[in-house]
């Protein structure tokens, strides 16, 4: 069983549209997050949910919106999608804040925008 | 400047070879993460270290939060070692990222 599913792998799409990437685990994890890898390979935290609390919000434009229903979900909703979007979205988990207990990572969802 | 640097950028070895990646820090962090990220994309947590040393088979992991800094020793390396190591601190609320190492381990 994945432990850290994020669906779609890849995404692309054109300007202007509005789109969304569902992440899912199944560890029991009590905090989700996202980040976003840019073409340079360097990985930046974007939000993170603690049990269903929003506890960081980097400064990333307001078109970004995540979304938790439950713990164990955390969906990332974009708006008027950009060029400058394109990237690798990674979700991931931990049973704290990143202090007590490793991160899980899902596979990523490569976003093009064309 | 990166509150979170990384040294050397690139790295190739030859199988067999000990290899150390350091990564020091600028901000006050109570855990420091080391990632493995393979050409294929996914990532993978190696360690999550606090204080002292960890080891998980060929890895090691050390760090000195009085001198800000982390060093991931593999020992024997193996050409499946090739990937972007990355390393990250953690405050509990924020986490910097540092920019990889990418090792190339020829056989």
């Known amino acids: 069983d994945t432990a850290v599913s994020q669906t779609p792998k890849y995404l692309v799409t054109q300007m202007g549209n509005d789109k969304s990437i569902k992440c899912e685990q199944n560890?029991?994890?009590?905090?989700m997050y996202w980040y976003k890898q840019d073409s340079k390979k360097f990985l930046k935290i974007m939000f993170s949910?603690?049990?269903?609390?929003?506890?960081i919000n980097e400064t990333v434009p307001n078109r970004f919106s995540p979304k938790s229903p439950d713990k164990a979900h955390l969906n990332l909703h974009i708006n008027s999608l950009e060029l400058g979007d394109s990237a690798v979205y990674f979700c991931?988990?931990?049973?704290?804040?990143?202090?007590?207990?490793?991160?899980?990572f899902g596979n990523g969802t490569r976003l093009t925008v064309t | 400047k990166n509150e979170v640097e990384q040294s050397p950028q690139n790295l190739t070895a030859q199988e067999g070879e000990f290899i150390t990646i350091n990564c020091s820090y600028s901000?006050?962090?109570?855990?420091l993460h080391w990632l493995q990220q393979h050409p294929g994309g996914g990532i993978v947590s190696l360690f999550m270290?606090?204080?002292g040393k960890k080891k998980h088979g060929r890895l090691i992991a050390t760090i000195n939060i009085q001198e800000k800094h982390s060093s991931l020793h593999i020992t024997a390396s193996h050409p499946r070692d090739s990937a972007v190591y990355i390393c990250?601190?953690?405050?509990?609320?924020?986490?910097?990222f540092g920019t990889g190492t990418s090792l190339t381990v020829i056989p």
């Open positions: 991931a988990s931990s049973r704290g804040q990143g202090l007590v207990s490793p991160l899980h």
């Open positions: 990250a601190g953690t405050t509990g609320n924020q986490f910097y």
């Open positions: 949910y603690n049990n269903k609390e929003l506890i």
């Open positions: 901000v006050g962090i109570s855990a």
């Open positions: 560890l029991g994890h009590d905090t």
């Open positions: 270290l606090s204080s």
